[in-house]
């Protein structure tokens, strides 16, 4: 087992679980329906149009704020089954904004367990909106989008946080079921952010669980980029061994009727035909 994994295993055992958040406003900019379901999550519903910003309100408890958590999941009722509400199940979240009792609150670099390539979670609260985050590549599974304040926050009393989420890139590229969390404490540094499926098994120190585990974090930690990358190069340059089976001849070859079966004495050609007996 590599030093590595270990450490970061321990950093997010160690890691405190996010408290989710119940909405108490949502609205979507473009006709969609958002339903509050009862694990906390929001659904989109109705004709997904082509692009559409939410705005989520929600009331924070006084307490150390650190950071949010969006989760995205997949839900049967979307295309993929999502957790996009594009036909493949994917989408682009162009920016997230947010503030805090109507001033704007700072956000640092995101971070996420998955992002497609030229897609990266940072896109999501870099102030472009150009760039965007986006799962191409693991749709159909829940992904989790960790994002810092800039400056930790302790709240005296109730707060209000209104989140925007700006999904200009068209297409039908929103998120169908989305959830939010609340972070009292930085997440750890280490990479890849656990996703959902991951985190959930984190503590579970087995055999089996520890190798799915350590299996995980091989497919994502930085420092392991490049030996993914030499063993991709690797297959592309593996060319399987080719052996012909099969190939139609330019002409077709003469068949005959053999005397007696004897190949060696062919009697009448037989032609191509549907049989007399067939109208």
């Known amino acids: 087992e590599q030093p590595a994994f270990a450490a970061w295993l321990a ?19 473009a006709g969609s329906r958002l339903a509050h379901l009862g694990d906390g999550s929001l659904l989109a519903l109705g004709d997904a149009p082509p692009s559409e910003d939410y705005v989520l ?8 704020l650190a950071g949010l958590v969006l989760e995205v999941l997949p839900d049967a009722s979307l295309p993929g089954p999502g957790p996009g509400r594009n036909e493949h199940g994917n989408f682009v979240l162009n920016e997230l904004t947010a503030t805090l009792d109507g001033a ?21 609260s870099d102030g472009d909106l150009a760039s965007g985050w986006a ?13 810092p304040l800039a400056e930790p926050r302790e709240l005296a009393s109730t707060a ?32 890849p952010v656990p996703g959902v499926a991951l985190l ?26 490049p ?10 340059e593996l060319v399987a061994p080719r052996a012909l089976v099969m190939r139609e001849r330019a002409e077709p070859r003469r068949t ?12 009448a050609e037989i032609k191509p035909g549907v049989p007399a007996i067939l109208p």
């Open 11 to 29: 950093a997010w055992r160690a890691a405190e679980v996010p408290a989710v958040l119940t909405p108490v406003a949502f609205t979507a900019s």
């Open 160 to 191: 209000r946080l209104e989140l925007t989420l700006a999904q200009r890139y068209g297409s039908q590229h929103l998120i169908g079921r989305l959830r939010v969390a609340r972070l009292a404490a930085p997440v750890p540094a280490e990479e």
């Open 227 to 236: 030996v993914r990358a030499r063993l991709a190069a690797i297959e592309q």
């Open 135 to 147: 799962i191409g590549g693991a749709m159909a599974e829940a992904h989790r989008l960790v994002v």
């Open 200 to 225: 959930a098994r984190l503590a579970d120190d087995s055999p089996g669980a520890r190798a799915e585990n350590a299996s995980s974090w091989e497919r994502s930690a930085q420092e392991l980029a």
């Open 256 to 267: 005959f009727l053999h005397e007696r079966g004897n190949f060696l004495a062919p009697g």
């Open 57 to 64: 309100g929600f009331e924070l408890a006084p307490g150390p």
């Open 104 to 124: 704007p609150l700072a956000l640092g670099p995101a971070r996420a367990d998955h992002a497609q390539e030229s897609w990266a979670a940072r896109g999501a």
